[in-house]
């Protein structure tokens, strides 16, 4: 568990110091995931050596979300100005996320 810790940490350590050097132009934690990710994927790293703490880190992910919930409570004063556009915006990204995810899994299974 602890040798996952470290190479999680250690993705997101590099992607924060890349996310440096550009500026902030991409969040460091993206570019640390999308590093760890390519190295999942070029078996750099193993998946075992992840898989205990992603799984933790997955069913415990309701923890997560507490600090933005928390953000979003203390804004309401800004979120009450613009509910409508805010709703709207929510609206029209699922419905566009919905059909994307769909039309990937019917070429998906038209490729199987």
Do not use: D, R
């Not at 070029?42 to 997955?58: C, H, R, W, Y």
């Not at 004063?77 to 556009?85: E, H, N, P, R, V």
């Amino acid at each position: 568990m602890v040798k996952g810790i470290f190479i999680i940490l250690l993705f997101y350590f590099i992607g924060e110091c890349v996310s440096y050097l550009i500026e902030g132009f991409v969040p460091g934690s993206i570019i640390g995931m999308l590093l760890l990710f390519a190295s999942l994927y070029l078996k750099v790293v193993s998946p075992i050596n992840v898989e205990g703490v992603a799984n933790a880190f997955t069913k415990n992910m309701a923890i997560f979300f507490i600090p933005a919930g928390a953000g979003l409570i203390s804004s309401f004063g800004i979120l009450s100005k613009f509910w409508t556009a805010i709703i709207v915006v929510c609206s029209v990204s699922t419905v566009l996320v919905i059909a994307v995810v769909a039309l990937v899994q019917q070429k998906m299974e038209h490729k199987k």
